[in-house]
């Protein structure tokens, strides 16, 4: 019998209360375990194996139905949390018949998470809610493709094969845009924006400039990191300098640099009581980096 019928040991010993002694002895379950953890067993245990254990879950296997779902970056996620979210997933597809599903987010890894992120890909465009420890997320399929939903599925349990390569092209403004947004949160002290706001910041200025899909749990770590600088300025200024000097044509960021700058100072001119300065100090770095 193929290893392939039962989970890996870790998880299959989670399910020890449920199956002993209902289905199997406890010597019965012990061999499973290490049949299951790839361990050579002795000629008397492969034979109870093949004549006592491996019929019963043959039995088990011919009307359980057959759902395969996938696992990324299964490595970093708790055994109970894979039996958690496969659970989770069967209720949801009963609710939602159709949809492709994904679960991840902290609640995968992490003993300490605020809810359970679900993702369904629907062609109706619906509002996110939470219910009862769920947060519900809808995509539409366009999102393939993107940064966002390769960082996202990276680390996922699904009832479809996410791809994980990425086609979208992260345009100059963009990261423009998305750094402004990080230094605002900043300055208005607004730190949980700030949090949203560095993910989107960190997962495509990490794309761009080393062409890695960060997962969440990567994600996660740098944040946690950031946040604890008690003036992360100086680090993000950095990041995005860099971004801009790899990620895009050395033209490119001299014009846009110098438009940046330009009108900055023309806004620091007309509102006296905001200062523009750290803006202006982050593109002048990058015209010198570019020149």
């Known amino acids: 019998m193929s290893k392939s019928f039962f989970p890996p040991a870790e998880e299959l010993a989670l399910h020890k209360p449920e199956v002993v002694p209902a289905l ?38 011919s009307f359980l139905p057959s759902q395969n779902y996938s696992v990324l970056g299964g490595e970093h996620i708790l055994p109970e949390r894979k039996i958690a979210a496969r659970k989770l997933l069967k209720t949801l597809e009963r609710n939602h018949k159709g949809l492709r599903i994904l679960i991840g987010g902290t609640f995968l890894y992490s003993q300490k998470h605020e809810d359970i992120d679900v993702f369904l890909i629907s062609t109706y465009e619906k509002e996110d809610f939470v219910s009862q420890g769920i ?45 402004q947004e990080v230094m605002k949160d900043i300055r208005e002290n607004n730190r949980n924006w700030l949090k949203r706001d560095l993910r989107d910041f960190l997962v495509e200025t990490t794309y761009c400039r080393e062409g890695l899909v960060l997962d969440s749990l990567q994600l996660r770590e740098r944040i946690k990191r950031i946040l604890a600088f008690k003036n992360p300025v100086p680090l993000l200024t950095q990041v995005f300098v860099q971004t801009l000097l790899l990620g895009f044509t050395l033209q490119q960021v001299r014009e846009a640099s110098r438009q940046m700058i330009a009108s900055y100072q023309e806004l620091q001119k007309e509102y006296f009581s905001a200062d523009y300065s750290p803006l202006i100090h982050a593109f002048t770095e990058v015209l010198q980096g570019a020149t």
Request: aromatic share 12%; hydrophobic share 40%; net charge positive.
């Open 24 to 61: 199997f002895t406890a010597r019965q379950f012990e061999i499973l375990l290490n049949k299951a953890g790839n361990k050579k067993l002795t000629a008397t245990e492969q034979v109870y194996f093949s004549r006592s254990i491996s019929p019963k879950i043959k039995a088990l296997q």
């Open 135 to 179: 947060h519900y997320n809808y995509l539409t399929p366009d999102i393939a493709g993107t940064v966002f939903f390769a960082s996202l599925a990276k680390l996922s349990i699904s009832n479809f094969n996410p791809s994980v390569s990425v086609t979208e092209k992260i345009e100059l403004s963009r990261v423009i845009s998305l750094y």
